[in-house]
């Protein structure tokens, strides 16, 4: 049983398009992230949403816009795709009322922008 | 603001000997620490955190950390390597309330097994 799934794994496109990223939990978390991982394999958190709520949003340009529709999925849209955002995109969840519980990863989407 | 750094880019090892990844932290307040792994075209795997408590935390596949105050450290060690321990490790940190949302990452070390 797949705890956090991301659909799709890969995606290849071309600059200028709009693309979305799907991200579902089945974990029963009440809050959900995306982190970008460059090519240097560094990781950086997006977003954050706790109960369908934006509580962390980093210096991320606003071409990138997620949307949770409920506790169990947040999505990720972006317009305008570039060059730069070529990276792994990865969803995670985790529980805030227990502070001591990880993060959860899906196994990300590997992004292409030509 | 917390953060982590891991000071190796890489660490090699034969198989069969000590492995150990360094992390050092940078926090104020209570430090909430973990290791995560990375293995080729998967997402993170949890390995192990240190909330409170004992210093030296186990973890997943025998992997463990020691934790210390005194050093502002939290390696990862596994007395004997495997092969399939090669990958790439996180060491990160969770911000203090109320951005405890928030888990940094370290910029990884890659590890690799020798045979």
């Known amino acids: 049983d797949t705890a956090v799934s991301q659909t799709p794994k890969y995606l290849v496109t071309q600059m200028g398009n709009d693309k979305s990223i799907k991200c579902e939990q089945n974990l029963g978390h009440d809050t959900m992230y995306w982190y970008k991982q460059d090519s240097k394999k560094f990781l950086k958190i997006m977003f954050s949403?706790?109960?369908?709520?934006?509580?962390i949003n980093e210096t991320v340009p606003n071409r990138f816009s997620p949307k949770s529709p409920d506790k169990a999925h947040l999505n990720l849209h972006i317009n305008s795709l570039e060059l730069g955002d070529s990276a792994v995109y990865f969803c995670?969840?985790?529980?805030?009322?227990?502070?001591?519980?990880?993060?959860?990863f899906g196994n990300g989407t590997r992004l292409t922008v030509t | 603001a917390q953060s982590v750094a891991q000071p190796e880019d890489q660490v090699n090892v034969a198989e069969g000997n000590p492995l150990t990844v360094k992390c050092t932290y940078s926090v104020s307040g209570n430090p909430y620490l973990f290791w995560y792994v990375q293995y080729p075209n998967r997402g993170l795997q949890f390995l192990l955190k240190?909330?409170?408590?004992?210093?030296l935390v186990k973890g997943s596949y025998g992997f463990e950390a020691e934790f210390n105050k005194s050093q502002t450290s939290f390696h990862l060690k596994k007395p004997s390597a495997l092969v399939s321990d090669s990958a790439l490790y996180f060491c990160a940190v969770r911000d203090p309330p109320p951005n405890d949302y928030k888990l940094s990452f370290g910029a990884g070390t890659t590890v690799t097994v020798r045979a």
């Open positions: 240190y909330i409170t408590g004992d210093n």
């Open positions: 995670a969840s985790s529980q805030r009322t227990d502070y001591n519980s990880p993060l959860h």
């Open positions: 949403y706790n109960n369908k709520e934006l509580i």
